[in-house]
């Protein structure tokens, strides 16, 4: 099938071929009959990529202080490599379409194949087959055309910015941007019986809403734009204002200030920036509010991904039923959009479409993509790549985000030959089978684990996840690296060290520390026999309260997430199994368990404290280790900077940032490809895994010491 892509290097569109979407829990597929394009944000979006890099970097500001902030920790070629990678990926536009249901999720009872809908979301693309999750998406009814259905998200937002202007029959309104938002919230207005003024910078705009009846349209360059707000309300001045311009300049918030009677509120629905005036907003003490999107539920996982819906009498409109409500006023008739649906392009046009706006070369409002459904859809696209000549010495990537994108991938390249990659987004599988040669991009994981050829997967992908695919890998006989953490529960650890006791396959855990030059430099130097005493701390900064690897579900919190690597490091160094461990936390403001100081004991009468804090400033270094033994002390900073104390100082200065990723990935392909012993042994990551749930386990009693049984021991 094909999707609409863009380069956000230099603009370039394209009509990509790519895999099916995989149809997960809690979703249905959609053929697409039209999908609508948003000239407002999509048309920013296609603006900025086609900008030089200081164009880009004037418009992503914030973007450019994150790559800053990267390049004094991991150097400028690296984060220069990972920017590039970024900007070359094909990226996905469109988030509004209408089409029909060809296959539903197991668990979803809501919609069948054959049903009508209209859907919306980071799912919605320009796409052939999209995937969709079912609180994004709603039945459309008998006789409203398919092209008019599919503008359903885009009115939802004009809808969720009149809920929160909380207007009653009979108050007025000021609607400042004509645009599509615009001129749906004009009309929504008016259904619900409001008086409605619109004003916007564009003649051809307000023309527009004249002749589809609006109560007053003027032009804000004109005079006079405030008395005449104040003669149609009658001297009072509007109850709300709702701004769906999208402009770089303060006024439309400094003149609905003005335009507000007291008390009375605005709504920011389109981008605008929001220093304003106080003197208008004070005086008259309005209510300043921001309309989310579609509405209640949009950027909540819970709701919008895992399909927990929101208790109807605590929460009257959600984002779908705003859904639902625009398409029960399209099937009574009660909004009419044929005058704003300007423009119809075929879907193999769509870059016509995309080029009409940016130079806006005649007047537009509503622009759809139709797609033809004559056309078979192949389920397997074409890709540049070769079938292996080795027979099961062939790689599959199940997983293929950023992390795999910049650390796993560049540094397999030539070193292994690339099979089948699955990723649950169409765009990326099919461009890290075209950049790395794969021989098939997918987007079930079934296709990597059974492809012919195959010797090797990797997984790299979110948390609750590796277990299972680690146990596919494993039955199948295959080599399996895996990214940390090995699994989220002790049943399925124990599950993992059986069945990869029974088979043959190598299990290698992402623990890449362990492969740092200067990591190596120390365990070079370390006497074998000697115990040491260990001390990491770790600045690891914080994480939104709503990142996915705080979900126990699905991250299972940063202690299982990522703090297991530093325990797997300190097990490495002390060069012995774990003996015990006793933990205490500090649970942050939204009661996650971020920060926690650990004490390891081993069997060789090493120790080490690991203190994992989440509270600190990022302008202390991430990573500072030391270890203490026999009269010598080395100090690692950041896998920068290794300092030796003992008779003498000598201090060691890598020219860049190296966490090991390189060397691990050299060592791992070249067991995989050549056999030989593992380069880490499984029962060093099964042992960190057990201490790491053993850490959990002191927390939750208080601190109290647990003892960490061997793999000999069980």
């Not at 995309?354 to 993509?369: A, D, H, N, T």
């Not at 009269?631 to 100082?649: A, E, P, Y």
């Amino acid at each position: 099938m094909e999707q609409l892509t863009q380069n956000l290097k230099d603009g370039a569109m394209q009509l990509l071929e790519v895999p099916f979407p995989a149809l997960e829990p809690g979703h249905i597929l959609v053929r697409n009959h039209y999908s609508v394009i948003s000239a407002g944000t999509e048309g920013k979006t296609v603006k900025d990529a086609r900008l030089g890099y200081i164009g880009k970097a004037r418009a992503r500001q914030e973007e450019v202080k994150k790559v800053i902030r990267t390049a004094k920790t991991q150097g400028v070629m690296k984060t220069y490599r990972m920017v590039m990678d970024r900007l070359n990926a094909p990226s996905p536009l469109g988030y509004s379409c209408a089409g029909e249901v060809i296959a539903v999720a197991a668990d979803v009872r809501a919609f069948k194949v054959g049903d009508r809908v209209a859907c919306g979301g980071a799912g919605a693309v320009h796409s052939e087959v999209v995937a969709i999750p079912i609180n994004l998406c709603a039945k459309v009814p008998d006789g409203v055309p398919m092209q008019e259905a599919a503008f359903t998200t885009v009115a939802s937002i004009a809808l969720q910015g009149i809920r929160q202007a909380d207007l009653r029959l009979g108050e007025n309104a000021v609607v400042i941007g004509l645009g599509l938002i615009g001129q749906l919230t004009v009309q929504l207005l008016q259904a619900a019986g409001v008086k409605v003024a619109g004003i916007d910078i564009d003649d051809q705009q307000v023309a527009l809403a004249r002749s589809r009846g609006i109560d007053l349209a003027l032009n804000r360059k004109q005079e006079g734009v405030e008395s005449a707000i104040e003669g149609f309300t009658h001297g009072a001045g509007t109850d709300a204002v709702i701004i769906t311009a999208g402009t770089s300049s303060t006024d439309p918030v400094d003149l609905a200030g003005v335009l507000c009677r007291r008390k009375g509120k605005v709504v920011i629905v389109g981008a605008v920036p929001t220093g304003f005036q106080r003197k208008p907003y004070y005086r008259k003490e309005l209510d300043l509010r921001m309309s989310s999107s579609y509405g209640p539920g949009r950027y909540d996982p819970e709701y919008e991904d895992k399909g927990h819906d929101y208790p109807i009498g605590y929460v009257r409109w959600t984002e779908n039923r705003n859904q639902q409500a625009f398409l029960q006023l399209l099937g009574d008739q009660k909004i009419d959009l044929k005058g704003l649906l300007t423009h119809e392009f075929d879907f193999d046009k769509a870059p016509d479409a995309y080029q009409l706006i940016l130079e806006k070369s005649e007047p537009f409002v509503g622009i759809v993509l139709k797609y033809d459904l004559e056309k078979p859809l192949p389920s397997v696209p074409k890709v540049r790549g070769a079938a292996s000549t080795r027979p099961n010495q062939g790689v599959g990537f199940i997983g293929a985000g950023s992390f795999a994108r910049n650390f796993l991938l560049p540094n397999l390249k030539d070193r292994v030959q690339f099979m089948a990659v699955a990723t649950s987004r169409s765009n990326t599988a099919q461009n890290v089978a075209n950049k790395y040669g794969f021989s098939k991009a997918t987007c079930e994981a079934t296709e990597v684990l059974d492809a012919e050829a195959t010797g090797s997967i990797f997984i790299a992908t979110r948390h609750n996840t590796h277990a299972k695919f680690v146990l596919e890998g494993l039955k199948r006989n295959l080599n399996v690296f895996v990214e940390k953490p090995l699994c989220l529960t002790e049943e399925e650890l124990e599950n993992i060290r059986e069945t990869y006791n029974r088979q043959s396959g190598q299990l290698i855990v992402g623990f890449n520390r362990r492969f740092a030059p200067l990591v190596e430099n120390i365990l070079r130097d370390l006497p074998d026999h000697a115990p040491k005493a260990l001390n990491f701390r770790i600045n690891a900064g914080q994480l939104p309260a709503d990142h996915w690897v705080h979900d126990p579900k699905v991250g299972g919190g940063r202690i299982l997430g990522e703090a297991c690597h530093f325990i797997d490091l300190a097990r490495y160094m002390a060069g012995a199994p774990f003996q015990s461990v006793s933990a205490t936390a500090m649970k942050d403001a939204h009661d996650k368990w971020d920060s926690v100081a650990m004490q390891f004991q081993f069997t060789n009468g090493s120790t080490a404290s690991i203190s994992y804090f989440s509270n600190g400033s990022n302008l202390v270094s991430k990573e500072y280790y030391e270890v203490f033994c026999e009269g010598r002390v080395w100090q690692l900073d950041d896998f920068k900077t290794l300092t030796v104390h003992g008779k003498n100082s000598q201090t060691t200065k890598a020219s860049t940032q190296d966490k090991g990723h390189a060397r691990e990935m050299e060592l791992v392909a070249e067991g995989f490809t050549k056999g030989g012993s593992e380069v880490i042994p499984f029962r060093e990551s099964y042992e960190a895994m057990r201490a790491t749930f053993a850490v959990l386990e002191s927390i939750r009693n208080a601190g109290e010491r647990v003892v960490i049984p061997t793999a000999d021991q069980d």
